[in-house]
């Protein structure tokens, strides 16, 4: 049987085992613990801040546990914040079509992860999309994208759910669109008030989702879902 330090990735071995040279160059800049082999590098300046809050908080960014936190830190930073850089017209390019259909279309569930922008601490739950076509439908996986470039950036969830529905109206040019996003806050169950099990729902209503039946008609879609 194989001994569990022989199992580890060598980049998390304990430091003594490491060759003298490397251990010296980690102990003297803890966060020039990048990639390990085969695997794509984080963004230094980002290491680099990981590196120092571990610090600040009391902690020791050379003991081994934390050797590459660091690192794995800027990574998971980095795909919770890739919306930034993601383009809708790239997002939406070729699934705009033209159809004569003008019935509502809705998907429901959109599940989604955003990081509430005044504790940089996540926020996360569904989203609910429904538009009325006015010529040109799209096609559907898009609309998870769509929830995606403005989720994975500092959000307030207000402002998320605006933004989507703006940006389907935009490029769709449909008869009406709705949003409603449902999601707990970590802002609230981990600090503050410590409210473990309340939804906050945000909603968006544009064109004919402000009449009055096309709205309920929705939000019976969504509420039917979920009992
Ligand atoms: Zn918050």
Redesign the pocket.
């Known amino acids: 049987m194989m001994s569990p330090v022989t199992m580890m990735p060598s980049r998390t071995r304990d430091l003594e085992e490491l060759p003298e040279i490397r251990r010296k160059e980690i102990e003297s800049a803890p966060c020039a613990m990048g990639a390990a082999e085969n695997e794509v590098d984080s963004n230094v300046a980002v290491r680099t801040l990981f590196c120092n809050l571990l610090q600040q908080i009391g902690e020791d960014p050379r003991r081994v546990g934390l050797l590459r936190t660091p690192h794995r830190a800027a990574k998971a930073w980095e795909h919770l914040t890739a919306g930034y850089k993601m383009n809708i017209e790239t997002v939406l390019n070729g699934a705009v079509f033209e159809e004569t259909y003008d019935e509502m279309v809705v998907v429901t569930d959109i599940d989604f992860y955003s990081m509430?922008e005044?504790?940089l601490?996540p926020f996360f739950g569904k989203a609910h999309i429904a538009y009325v076509p006015n010529g040109k439908i799209v096609g559907l996986s898009k609309l998870p994208r769509i929830v995606d470039v403005f989720a994975k950036r500092l959000q307030v969830q207000e402002r998320m759910t605006r933004e989507i529905a703006d940006t389907i109206n935009k490029y769709l040019d449909p008869l009406g669109v709705a949003v409603v996003c449902e999601a707990q806050?970590m802002?609230m169950m981990m600090r503050g008030v410590e409210k473990q099990n309340s939804f906050t729902m945000t909603s968006a209503m544009l064109g004919s989702f402000k009449e009055p039946n096309t709205r309920a008609e929705f939000m019976n879609l969504i509420a039917n879902k979920r009992s």
């Open positions: 509430c005044h504790h601490l806050h802002c």
